[in-house]
């Protein structure tokens, strides 16, 4: 009778111990949902509304330039803008892979949270494990704050120069085919 007792015992502290890491592993994946929220509430941005129609006008710009500009020689300093104006025309694709890469990644791993919250409540698979699944999601939750980190700064740099060198070479694009259009 008494080694029953005490196997009753065992396991009700087994069962209790495992109550109390249950919490605290779903209190670690709310933290991590958290995180997650605050990262998707980074994305939003108007001006990438208007991006197709950004890359249209900077591609139009460009072969404008290149349709209308007969020179032998070129100032330095336009020569500069203009490459300047062609690399920011460029990095639209780039940037644009790199924030869907963010707002995937964010989606996979609400859903994947999702699950694992779910599995620990249930108390389904190895619960061992459930720190080491935690941990691993974390990391992931990282990674992807810092992919939006660099995405962040490249779309602040996108819109800066931007609106540093489209209205410039615009303008001279619209001399170069008015110029054209008088001598012909």
Not at 74 to 101: F, G, H, V, W
Not at 108 to 130: C, S
Not at 134 to 147: A, C, H, P, T
């Amino acid at each position: 009778m008494k080694k029953w007792f005490f196997v009753f015992v065992g396991m009700l502290m087994l069962w209790s111990c495992a109550d109390l890491q249950r919490e605290q592993h779903l209190e670690k994946i709310a933290q991590i949902q958290k995180k997650l929220h605050a990262l998707e509430n980074t994305l939003p941005d108007q001006r990438l509304n208007d991006i197709s129609t950004i890359k249209v006008n900077t591609m139009q710009t460009e072969l404008r330039i290149k349709q209308n500009l007969h020179l032998d020689t070129i100032d330095l300093e336009l020569a500069k803008k203009l490459d300047a104006y062609k690399l920011m025309r460029k990095s639209i694709k780039p940037m644009m892979q790199q924030l869907m890469k963010v707002r995937d990644g964010i989606k996979e791993e609400k859903e994947v949270l999702k699950h694992l919250k779910q599995d620990i409540q249930d108390g389904r698979g190895a619960r061992q494990r459930y720190a080491e699944y935690i941990r691993f999601e974390r990391q992931k939750v990282q990674q992807l704050s810092q992919l939006n980190a660099d995405c962040l700064r490249a779309k602040e740099k996108f819109f800066s120069e931007y609106q540093r060198l489209y209205p410039s070479v615009e303008a001279f694009s619209q001399i170069l085919l008015q110029k054209k259009q008088r001598n012909s």
